[in-house]
């Protein structure tokens, strides 16, 4: 019986592969039909044995959690408790890429991975223990490198545990990290507020609002920079209202609803009117922003050192001056309920409290 020709109008209509060697005949009989393709035994025997090694499609995926399967994207051999470092790392790698990770943090964490196959050799997951991380960790030269290369060990290993459930026991327990003394900010008086939001004015375009987002709303010099048109709703009853947004999953946390009240609906209005900007309010990389505080420092006759940071801390040292308590300040800076962030705005709280 013939073949049957594809039917589906979806699918696309492939000319048949040409057999130059087959002369084109008006019809087949049952004789033809079945006739070996080659007269030459040796190439048949050849394709027997490819047909007989056809790959089989269930290696093609691997068990994941709670018998599931799941495909075997890139050609990675199956994760287990017995594969190396080096495999796991690129599982690892490609878990944080799949999960939108900044490709900054990707690269940090599986540096310090690097570090620690170079430390203590190759060695299969399972076999990595305390004393490998100890070593990692006395390998670092300072407290900021240890406590990263501590959170990297440590997230590592809760991958292999809870994500890819190869391993049972995580060696960096046991490890802490330094505690690690926070600066105390150097905010800007009332007076260089002023002058600086008069320099900003007479600067370019874009200036005066980003200065006043980061100055009178605590906005990081990222959520600045990640601003769209449509986070900023004009139309509200209430007033301005700009909403912080995060596209990282792990940081939505931190999103908030921040009143810009009259001042900056007015500054917001005369920016729309110059710039219009389609989608991102200020499309300008980091360095961009760290110049034009600098330079608007320079117009306004500050001495001492201003960037986007100091325009946040002297947000948050006015609002626990206007009597903002610590829960307060967290919310409003977007800030985890953690130890580290209550010692960050406590210092707040010391600057704004009334001279001795």
């Known amino acids: 019986m013939?073949?049957?020709?594809?039917?589906?109008?979806?699918?696309?209509?492939?000319?048949p592969p040409a057999r130059a060697h087959r002369q084109p005949v008006d019809g087949l009989t049952t004789?033809?039909?079945?006739?070996?393709?080659?007269?030459?035994?040796?190439?048949l025997a050849e394709e027997e044995r490819f047909a007989a090694a056809a790959p089989d499609q269930l290696p093609l995926?691997?068990?994941?959690?709670?018998?599931?399967?799941?495909?075997?994207?890139?050609?990675?051999?199956?994760?287990?408790?017995?594969?190396?470092?080096?495999?796991?790392r690129a599982w690892y790698r490609r878990e944080?890429?799949?999960?939108?990770?900044?490709?900054?943090?990707v690269e940090s964490y599986c540096y310090d991975l690097v570090v620690l196959e170079k430390l203590i050799g190759p060695k299969p997951i399972a076999s990595i223990g305390q004393s490998d991380i100890s070593r990692l960790l006395g390998?670092?030269?300072?407290?900021?490198t240890r406590k990263r290369r501590l959170t990297s060990a440590r997230r590592f290993f809760r991958f292999l545990i809870d994500d890819a459930r190869v391993l049972r026991s995580d060696p960096t327990e046991g490890h802490y990290p330094h505690t690690i003394p926070l600066r105390s900010p150097v905010p800007l008086f009332a007076s260089e507020q002023d002058a600086l939001l008069a320099a900003a004015a007479g600067d370019e375009a874009w200036t005066l609002p980003?200065?006043?987002?980061?100055?009178?709303?605590?906005?990081?010099?990222?959520?600045?920079?990640?601003?769209?048109?449509?986070?900023?709703?004009?139309?509200?009853?209430?007033?301005l209202i700009v909403y912080?947004?995060?596209?990282?999953?792990?940081?939505?946390?931190?999103?908030?609803?921040?009143?810009?009240?009259?001042?900056?609906?007015?500054?917001?209005t005369a920016f729309l009117e110059s710039r219009a900007p389609v989608d991102l309010l200020f499309p300008v990389g980091p360095q961009a922003v760290n110049g034009m505080v600098d330079r608007v420092r320079a117009a306004?006759?500050?001495?001492?050192?201003?960037?986007?940071?100091?325009?946040?801390?002297?947000?948050?040292?006015?609002?626990?001056?206007?009597?903002?308590?610590?829960?307060?300040?967290?919310?409003?800076?977007?800030?985890?309920?953690?130890?580290r962030n209550w010692a960050s705005v406590q210092r707040y709280l010391k600057l704004a409290a009334p001279p001795l």
């Open 2 to 15: 013939p073949e049957s020709k594809p039917s589906s109008a979806h699918s696309p209509q492939l000319p």
């Open 31 to 43: 004789v033809e039909r079945e006739r070996p393709y080659s007269d030459d035994p040796a190439l």
């Open 61 to 88: 995926f691997l068990p994941g959690p709670a018998g599931a399967f799941s495909p075997a994207l890139g050609g990675l051999p199956p994760l287990t408790s017995g594969s190396s470092l080096d495999l796991a």
């Open 96 to 105: 944080l890429e799949q999960a939108g990770r900044p490709i900054n943090t």
């Open 139 to 144: 390998d670092a030269n300072g407290r900021a």
């Open 210 to 239: 980003a200065i006043w987002l980061m100055l009178r709303l605590g906005l990081t010099r990222a959520e600045l920079l990640a601003l769209r048109r449509e986070h900023i709703d004009l139309a509200d009853p209430t007033g």
């Open 244 to 268: 912080v947004f995060y596209d990282d999953a792990t940081k939505r946390g931190k999103e908030r609803k921040l009143a810009g009240g009259e001042a900056f609906q007015q500054i917001y």
């Open 300 to 339: 306004a006759g500050i001495q001492k050192d201003v960037t986007p940071q100091t325009l946040r801390h002297t947000f948050a040292v006015d609002r626990a001056s206007a009597g903002a308590t610590e829960e307060d300040l967290l919310s409003v800076l977007g800030l985890a309920d953690d130890a």
